[in-house]
């Protein structure tokens, strides 16, 4: 079935940039998706991308996706402290429901 | 604003009993989602629903099973609850033409102990 593999764990400086990075293997997908999961709280829909596009930007945040290699990911500009969580990675091929990455848990270091 | 509102946020259940966790959505969504969310599992889908009286397996059903006898509401019944089930049970839901929105609960902690 379809897979969607991301790394578990980011840490990052203040101010810096971060890059969560996501593969999956569906290359049906149609849509993927970057849903953010503060502390205690359900996950959020932060942005998504068609899969005829290569990015998408949407104020700090940069989606890139090389549909080629089945890559995608997510750049954070000036990464705060409140963007500390879990970031998902999710596709979907169709009319089904998503299929999500493990997440990958973003810490920002003051 | 969408909010879907999951009945407990924590609870503690002994093995072998019966579970019920509820999940309500205040927007009239076609779609209902149950999801598992285990420490370095991520989400796993147990069940969903396209419409009312109706479900569908999702990746991990054994040991769950469904109810919508309202759209607004789509319940979670572990019927014998066991130690292995331990984990935050999210809901989710969205509307017919926006698979991309799913709108979650804050998730119950369920603990069998």
């Known amino acids: 079935g379809e897979d969607v593999e991301q790394s578990l764990f980011l840490s990052v400086r203040e101010g810096d940039s971060s890059v969560i990075n996501c593969t999956y293997t569906?290359?049906?997908?149609?849509?993927l998706y970057w849903y953010k999961q503060e502390p205690g709280a359900g996950l959020q829909l932060l942005t998504y991308?068609?899969?005829?596009?290569d990015m998408k930007q949407d104020q700090r945040l940069t989606v890139l996706l090389n549909k080629k290699d089945k890559h995608l990911s997510l750049r954070i500009a000036d990464t705060q402290t409140g963007d500390s969580a879990i970031y998902f990675c999710?596709?979907?091929?169709?009319?089904?429901?998503?299929?999500f990455g493990k997440g990958t848990r973003l810490s920002v270091i003051a | 604003d969408v909010k879907v509102t999951q009945s407990s946020r924590y609870l503690v259940k002994r093995t072998g009993e019966k579970v019920f966790l509820e999940c309500v959505q205040d927007m009239d969504h076609e779609n209902m989602f149950w999801y598992r969310q285990d420490p370095g599992l991520g989400l796993r889908l147990i069940y969903f629903s396209y419409d009312v009286k109706m479900k569908e397996k999702g990746d991990i059903p054994e040991g769950y099973s469904v109810s919508r006898e309202k759209k607004e509401r789509f319940s979670l019944i572990l019927e014998s609850a066991s130690t292995n089930q331990t984990s935050m049970y999210l809901c989710?839901?969205?509307?017919?033409?926006?698979?991309?929105?799913?709108?979650f609960g804050s998730g119950t902690q369920l603990s069998v102990l």
């Open positions: 989710a839901s969205t509307s017919g033409n926006s698979w991309e929105k799913l709108f």
């Open positions: 569906d290359s049906s997908s149609t849509y």
């Open positions: 999710a596709e979907r091929g169709g009319n089904t429901p998503l299929v």
């Open positions: 991308i068609f899969s005829n596009m």
